[in-house]
């Protein structure tokens, strides 16, 4: 199998394993089964014949058998799998054949799924600690984006072909297209960072409506217990954190919503002014559609009220917006650094 067709399985894979993770912690899945790898101490499958949920009920006290829930969780975890399994073989290719400059991202990247593993397991074992279970979906996404970023270096030739055709510009231009992405990548991050902490904490319905929350415009909110880390021996599922704490939580995502709209929207107009090229041009396009609907998504959940479809795909899109925001990047820099040979 070539190497693309191996990076074409892992984005798939890896996207798909996002997006039905979303599924399974929003409907509340994630403690489908009490213990990791298996469920219920069963590697393949999950209990289903009354007898076998009776044995899984006595030798897991307190925890209650939901098939549905355990198949959502296994499911998941058998995708991870076999995902684990695929990145360990293309880094034995990349190694093998010595791909020279994908070497260092692609080490990187299998040990990041060996830690994301750990986190999976630490997601069950501390029963979906907020932080442990958004450090997880970052994870998930690091992921995505590093894979997508050793796409699109093997890929490389693409930008040659395309992006310098009938571009002569000063280095300097380059850099400050680049820079500003860059800002706006890390306005992102936080953003999403802070979308990871809103669901976790199960506060994407601590406001009921829109654009005021809870008929208010600055509503009650205590932020210091909203951002706080506590271990603690509780189950954290169904969220743990009073309603002004959840408030806090929530108001904060919605407000680094529009300053990271405006940046992003900034940032765009920025480039395609400094830059006049079709291929950057198109490329912003894409990122302004995507933060359109990544807005319009968000809106929508608190409105209907988080249905699951909706709230799924606000996850999908969101990592599109990223490695969509990361392919500018990476394109500006590329630029720059052929810029800097051509002087």
């Not at 892992?10 to 997006?19: A, D, G, P, R, S």
């Not at 009490?34 to 469920?39: A, E, K, V």
């Not at 400059?101 to 986190?119: D, E, H, P, R, W």
């Amino acid at each position: 199998m070539s190497i693309n067709n191996i990076l074409y399985i892992m984005l798939v894979l890896v996207f798909t394993i996002i997006t039905f993770g979303a599924y399974v912690r929003l409907s509340d899945a994630g403690l489908g089964c009490p213990d990791w790898p298996g469920c219920y101490g069963i590697l393949l499958g999950v209990p289903e014949t009354a007898s076998e949920i009776t044995e899984a009920e006595q030798l897991f006290k307190g925890s209650q058998v939901d098939i549905g829930k355990a198949w959502k969780e296994m499911i998941h975890r058998y995708l991870a799998g076999i995902f684990g399994l695929v990145i360990l073989a293309f880094v034995y290719i990349i190694y093998k054949y010595d791909y020279k400059n994908l070497k260092k991202i692609s080490m990187f990247t299998g040990l990041l799924v060996l830690l994301q593993a750990f986190l999976g397991l630490l997601t069950v074992s501390e029963q979906l600690q907020p932080l442990i279970v958004s450090l997880h979906l970052v994870g998930g996404l690091s992921i995505f984006s590093l894979i997508w970023l050793i796409f699109i270096k093997h890929k490389s030739y693409i930008f040659s072909n395309h992006v310098f055709l009938n571009i002569n510009l000063d280095f300097k231009y380059f850099k400050y297209a680049r820079n500003i992405v860059y800002v706006s990548l890390l306005f992102l991050v936080i953003q999403i960072i802070l979308g990871g902490w809103t669901s976790t904490n199960y506060a994407a319905l601590a406001c009921v409506d829109f654009p005021k929350c809870n008929t208010q415009w600055w509503p009650k909110m205590d932020f210091i217990s909203g951002f706080s880390v506590d271990f603690t021996d509780q189950n954290y599922e169904f969220g743990v954190l009073d309603s002004y704490s959840r408030v806090a939580i929530h108001f904060t995502h919605r407000v680094w919503a529009l300053v990271t709209f405006c940046v992003l929207v900034f940032s765009l107009i920025y480039v395609n002014r400094l830059i006049k090229n079709d291929f950057i041009k198109y490329l912003s396009i894409t990122i302004f559609l995507l933060l359109i609907a990544q807005i319009a998504l968000g809106i929508m959940n608190v409105v209907y009220s988080l249905p699951i479809e909706i709230a799924v795909a606000h996850t999908g899109n969101a990592s599109l917006l990223l490695i969509s925001l990361i392919t500018l990047a990476y394109v500006l820099n590329y630029c720059y650094s052929r810029s800097l040979i051509k002087h």
